[in-house]
C-alpha cells in the first residue's frame, strides 16, 4: 500500500535513491498538506493514515538522498523544508 501511494505521488520507490532531495521534500509537503485538507474535510481516518505515513516516508527519503550526496546538505534542506513547509506564512503546515 505505500508503495502505491509514493508512485501515485510521482517518486515511485525504485527512484527514490536517484531524485532530487528537494524535489522529494516538496511532494512530501503537498501530500502532507492534501491529508490536513482532507482531514479538515471529514475524510477517512484509514486513508488518511496511509497517505499519512506515505508522506512520512518521502521526507525520510529527502533526508536520505540528501545524506547520500552531501551530509553536509542536510541543515540547508531542513531549513528549505522549515520555509516551504510553512508556506511563509509563519504558519506550519
Same mark, same amino acid.
Given at each position: 500500500m505505500l508503495a502505491q501511494r !509514493? *508512485? $501515485?505521488s510521482g517518486a515511485p520507490p525504485e527512484r527514490v535513491a536517484r531524485a532530487d532531495p528537494r524535489e522529494l521534500a516538496l511532494r512530501a509537503l503537498r501530500a502532507l498538506r492534501a491529508v490536513v485538507a482532507r482531514s479538515a474535510a471529514g475524510g477517512d /481516518? *484509514? $486513508?488518511l493514515a496511509r497517505d499519512l505515513l506515505a508522506a512520512d516516508a518521502l521526507v525520510t527519503y529527502a533526508f536520505e538522498a540528501q #545524506? #547520500? *550526496?552531501d551530509v553536509d546538505g542536510l541543515r #540547508? !534542506? #531542513?531549513d528549505f523544508v522549515a520555509r516551504e513547509g510553512d508556506g511563509g506564512? /509563519? $504558519?506550519t503546515v
Open positions: !509514493l *508512485r $501515485e /481516518g *484509514r $486513508e #545524506a #547520500a *550526496r #540547508a !534542506l #531542513a506564512s /509563519g $504558519e
